[in-house]
T-cell receptor, first 114, second 110 residues
Framework: AQSVTQLDSHVSVSEGTPVLLRCNYSSSYSPSLFWYVQHPNKGLQLLLK??????LVKGINGFEAEFKKSETSFHLTKPSAHMSDAAEYFCVVHLSGGYNKLIFGAGTRLAVHP | EAQVTQNPRYLITVTGKKLTVTCSQNMNHEYMSWYRQDPGLGLRQIYY???????DKGDVPEGYKVSRKEKRNFPLILESPSPNQTSLYFC?????????FGPGTRLLVL
């Protein structure tokens, strides 16, 4: 069965310090993986996606994620947090073929303090 | 501008009063879906559609109906809403796995 586990429901960092949001997945196939961000009272915006090309994926707003098959992980990082990064982040597995379905993690709420 | 639109954005209703949330996309995507978002649960898929007149149940379809008569539109119908359907709803359309989300509809059922 496919699943996604976001290991932290809340992460709090100071502005200017690194961000690490952790995600582990379970998939029978080589998955496509995504990170989406949701700012308060907004829809979901695609941050980045992994589709079996380079294992280090760069996204928007300075975020990047590394696909590690041996660890079944797809952690999201950013070297230096900005106040505007405060949002909820979702790690997502894409099931392709006849399903074309996304499986969402429960989300990680990132707080950034001055 | 490529976008997914939903209406209404906010809705308060009472138990049993039928309602429809509209969804429209202008990207000519074949695949569309509906999700509900509840605290601590992430997004869960309600229904999806692979193309016109082709729909199927997602993970939480009970209490919902959909239709896909045109490629661009995918309305979500609650025939007899109940309080446990109070949630934030998102419509999405997709191409190649990347989903484009609407702005969301916040529904409160009293």
């Amino acid at each position: 069965a496919q699943s996604v586990t976001q290991l932290d429901s809340h992460v709090s960092v100071s502005e200017g310090t690194p961000v690490l949001l952790r995600c582990n997945y379970s998939s029978s196939y080589s998955p496509s993986l995504f990170w989406y961000v949701q700012h308060p009272n907004k829809g979901l915006q695609l941050l980045l996606k992994y589709t079996s090309a380079a294992t280090l994926v760069k996204g928007i707003n300075g975020f990047e994620a590394e696909f590690k098959k041996s660890e079944t992980s797809f952690h999201l990082t950013k070297p230096s947090a900005h106040m505007s990064d405060a949002a909820e982040y979702f790690c997502v597995v894409h099931l392709s073929g006849g399903y074309n379905k996304l499986i969402f993690g429960a989300g990680t709420r990132l707080a950034v303090h001055p | 501008e490529a976008q997914v639109t939903q209406n209404p954005r906010y809705l308060i209703t009472v138990t049993g009063k039928k309602l429809t949330v509209t969804c429209s996309q202008n990207m000519n995507h074949e695949y569309m879906s509906w999700y509900r978002q509840d605290p601590g649960l992430g997004l869960r898929q309600i229904y999806y559609s692979m193309n016109v007149e082709v729909t199927d149940k997602g993970d939480v379809p009970e209490g919902y109906k959909v239709s896909r008569k045109e490629k661009r539109n995918f309305p979500l119908i609650l025939e007899s809403p109940s309080p446990n359907q109070t949630s934030l709803y998102f419509c999405a359309s997709s191409l190649g796995g990347t989903q484009y989300f609407g702005p969301g509809t916040r529904l409160l059922v009293l």
